[in-house]
């Protein structure tokens, strides 16, 4: 399996039916996985947590939005032989918590439109960091999963400045720093400098609007680290805008 990192918007960027047909083509091009590893945005913890095995629920953890989008439903079946196999794969001594924890809205949002029949089972795993050479090595270690059928997504966002937006249309023109932002990542990504991407901080132009707080850029590490050469150019097939935001995605080998 390829390793994925996806930008996952709010609950209703399923309304956008330019993502949901990248999104859907997307998930058309891929071996069907026998499970699905994801780590949100949305769910940071440490040390590093699994969430719920055997029934698992969803979590609304957003606020304001249309009734509808809090009667979602995704009934995916549990993955406890994934949660073991994570836990195996996790340096000796390093302690790996179990939770009754849902899928976020970072995890199912996507799902809904990739895997709509919701038959494939999924774990969702904290980030444990957000430190990009952390991750990296926390995607190194989870990259024998993809031999085994799994596959790794890290969901987040490209650009993330919900502060500094003034236009909340989905349709509203992308700031400068979003674009500027988003071409100098697409760039980046295609040279394969990993050590440029985890340097983001201080070598992005429109820092730190594109990502007052990084949660949403730290999961492509994850991403990369699941690859089998970070430094080979991944595959970008999604990419515009919604809402001003960078939904820039990607796929790694």
């Known amino acids: 399996m390829p390793a994925l990192f996806l930008s996952h918007g709010a609950p209703p960027l399923v309304d956008d039916e330019r993502w949901v047909a990248q999104l859907t083509e997307l998930a058309a091009g891929l071996p069907r996985p026998k499970a699905i590893l994801m780590a949100s945005a949305h769910w940071e913890s440490a040390p590093l947590m699994l969430g719920a095995t055997e029934t698992v629920p969803l979590v609304y ?4 939005f249309e009734r509808r989008y809090y009667e979602v439903r995704y009934p995916a079946p549990g993955a406890p032989e994934l949660a073991s196999r994570v836990e195996k794969l996790m340096p000796d001594g390093e302690h790996v918590a179990r939770t ?3 899928l976020d809205h970072g995890a199912y949002v996507p799902l ?3 895997y709509p029949g919701a038959d494939i089972p999924v774990l969702q795993m904290s980030l444990p960091t957000l430190e990009p050479d952390r991750l990296l090595e926390l995607g190194r270690r989870l990259a024998p999963l993809r031999d085994e059928g799994v596959l790794i997504v890290g969901s987040g966002f490209t650009t993330h400045g919900l502060p500094f937006l003034r236009d909340w249309r989905p349709d509203a023109a992308a700031p400068g720093w979003s674009r500027e932002f988003d071409a100098w990542a697409a760039e980046t990504l295609a040279r394969g400098a990993v ?4 340097d983001f901080r201080s070598r992005a132009p429109g820092m730190p609007w594109a990502h007052p ?3 949403h850029f ?3 590490f994850l991403t990369l680290g699941a ?3 970070p430094e080979r150019a991944p595959d970008q097939p999604i990419d515009g805008f919604w809402m001003g935001l960078a939904k820039r995605s990607f ?3």
């Not at 953890?61 to 304001?64: I, L, Q």
């Not at 050590?195 to 985890?198: G, N, P, T």
């Open 61 to 64: 953890d957003f606020g304001g």
């Open 100 to 102: 009754s924890r849902g």
């Open 112 to 114: 809904t439109v990739m």
């Open 195 to 198: 050590d440029e991407l985890a």
């Open 213 to 215: 707080t990084i949660e």
């Open 218 to 220: 730290a999961p492509m």
């Open 227 to 229: 690859a089998d050469d």
């Open 251 to 253: 796929q790694v080998a």
